[in-house]
């Protein structure tokens, strides 16, 4: 089993700068595959990126790419995403989960956080 847990979430201006976490316990991550999802309100969950177990690639969903970075470390068991130039469109619950392969199918992912909240608003 694995647990993850978000956090730094919060209120940001457009334009500004965040960085959610997810740490895990449990189990070490180093064994999965990464992946950040978010959820609006009244949409559906979408997703935002994913990263393999050695960071050796990433991918983003085309409305975060350029702006997004997903990264990971396994020594600390912790997967971070760095939000840069952020607009009122990202505003969301940011999840993490932990699959066996990069994906932007959620059911290849077995282990979700409950979320951060991210606002983007003046």
């Known amino acids: 089993q694995v647990q993850l847990v978000e956090s730094g979430g919060g209120l940001v201006q457009p334009g500004g700068s965040l960085r959610v976490s997810c740490a895990a316990s449990?189990?070490?991550?180093?064994?999965?595959?990464m992946g950040w999802f978010r959820q609006a309100p009244r949409k559906e969950r979408e997703y935002v990126g994913g990263?393999?177990?050695?960071?050796?690639?990433?991918y983003y969903a085309d409305s975060v790419k350029g702006r997004f970075t997903i990264s990971r470390d396994n020594a600390k068991n912790t997967l971070y995403l760095q939000m840069s130039d952020l607009r009122p469109e990202d505003t969301a619950v940011y999840s993490c989960?932990?699959?066996?392969?990069?994906?932007?199918?959620?059911?290849?992912?077995?282990?979700w956080g409950q979320g951060t909240q991210v606002t983007v608003s003046s």
């Open positions: 989960a932990a699959g066996g392969v990069v994906s932007p199918r959620q059911t290849t992912y077995t282990y």
């Open positions: 449990g189990r070490t991550i180093s064994t999965y595959t």
């Open positions: 990263i393999s177990r050695g960071s050796s690639s990433t």
